[in-house]
């Protein structure tokens, strides 16, 4: 698993990069992201985060290979989706 926070530009608002949340008792849940109007559930999650009962991470799709990453580059997160 990748830094987001060590990537070089990483697209956060990027339509196709597919996010996704795990809970303290290792359950995943998929926090969609497709257009705009996604963008209440993508702050709900980021509340979460932010609260420590989640981690997000994020799979980052490319032309040969998909890359997975943690999103711990929360005010980068936060600008991208213009929470903060």
């Known amino acids: 698993m990748r830094s987001a926070k060590e990537a070089t530009n990483f697209p ?4 196709t ?6 809970d303290k008792n290792d359950h995943v849940s998929q926090v969609y992201h497709k257009n705009k109007s996604d963008r209440p559930k993508l702050l709900e999650a980021y509340h979460r985060v932010i609260n420590k009962t989640t981690t997000l991470h994020a799979v980052w ?4 290979s998909s890359d997975l990453f943690i999103i711990d580059d929360l005010d980068a997160f936060a600008k991208a989706f213009n929470f903060i």
């Open 61 to 64: 799709p490319g032309n040969w």
């Open 17 to 22: 990069v597919c996010y996704f949340e795990v």
């Open 12 to 15: 956060y608002s990027m339509s």
